[in-house]
């Protein structure tokens, strides 16, 4: 009996080792090295492509005052310069940050003039200081909270061909995708056309088969995001220079969609329509 448990004693003595070798395998690094090796990959990333990155940024959790367009270059380790697609105003430069949190967490932790607009509570967008020059000249959103926007994000992926990050209070999503060469010294000259044209419209409507949706501005102020009837969650999109983008992939009566494409005016179409690659869906300006 004692030969036998002296046996087992063993056996089990085995397999721990063995477990503790294979975990050992299996996590060369430790957690620190994990994360700090995370934060040096996303300075790199971030200051690899010269020409910049398009920022897909929708603020506030509800997403009430729909997307906007941001062009960021990340010039070294400490200074990033951004431009919008709803402003004219010049590049404006800043310092921001990559640092270990419960990942590699991206802070805009100077003040930038069109970053930080969103994160301005309405007592201070309503200054013609803080206003941005092509976009809105009265205040917007609560007092206490304007548009709900932030400055700190949770990296989730960093390669060349996308960084993918979170509102660390929105939870929002937000991507950012590399501006190729070829297109950097026209691309926000572009958004900048395409927004001022289809910006213009207003009274929308929803067309799928023979029937049809009246859709209204969640934020009338900012028109980037659609309500119909009985929906009480917006439709967030921005401009692009096809026409929109939006947040995710919405449904409109049992028609999904995730991108919506100008047509230029066709016959009863009088100021054109966005639609789908299958044109199974339209959104039609009526005004």
């Known amino acids: 009996m004692k030969f036998k448990l002296f046996i087992l004693g063993i056996t089990i003595l085995s397999l721990g080792a063995s477990c503790e070798k294979k975990m050992d395998r299996i996590f060369e690094d430790s957690p620190s090295d994990r994360l700090n090796a995370s934060v040096a990959n996303v300075y790199s990333t ?13 603020p506030s959790s509800g997403l009430e005052f729909g997307g906007y367009t941001l062009f960021a270059k990340f010039n070294n380790t400490t200074d990033v310069s951004i431009e919008g697609d709803f402003t ?18 991206l802070t805009f932790d100077t003040y930038n003039r069109i970053f930080h607009y969103f994160a301005l509570p309405a007592v201070f967008n309503r200054e013609p200081a803080y206003q941005l020059p092509g976009f ?21 992926k960093a390669s060349a061909d996308s960084i993918v990050m979170e509102g660390r209070k929105s939870y929002n999503k937000v991507v950012m995708v590399p501006i190729k060469s070829s297109e950097a010294s026209t691309i926000i000259a572009t958004y900048r056309a395409a927004l001022t044209k289809f910006h213009a419209f207003s009274n929308y409507k929803f067309e799928v088969g023979t029937e049809s949706f009246a859709a209204t501005f969640s934020t009338a102020a900012t028109k980037r995001a659609l309500l119909i009837a009985g929906n009480t969650k917006p439709y967030a999109y921005r401009y692009t220079p096809t026409g929109l983008e939006f947040y995710t992939e919405y449904e409109v009566n049992g028609v ?7 047509v230029e005016p066709t016959g009863a179409y009088t100021k054109g329509y966005f639609t789908n690659d299958a044109g199974t869906i339209k959104l039609v300006p009526q005004s």
């Open 256 to 262: 999904k969609f995730r991108e919506l494409k100008y």
């Open 46 to 58: 971030l200051q690899a492509n010269k020409d910049g990155w398009i920022i897909k940024y929708f």
């Open 88 to 105: 004219t105003l010049a590049a404006q430069v800043s310092t921001y940050t990559v640092a270990p949190g419960a990942g590699a967490i």
């Open 136 to 156: 809105l000249t009265a205040s917007i959103g609560a007092s206490n909270e304007g548009m709900k926007g932030e400055n700190d994000f949770l990296v989730t």
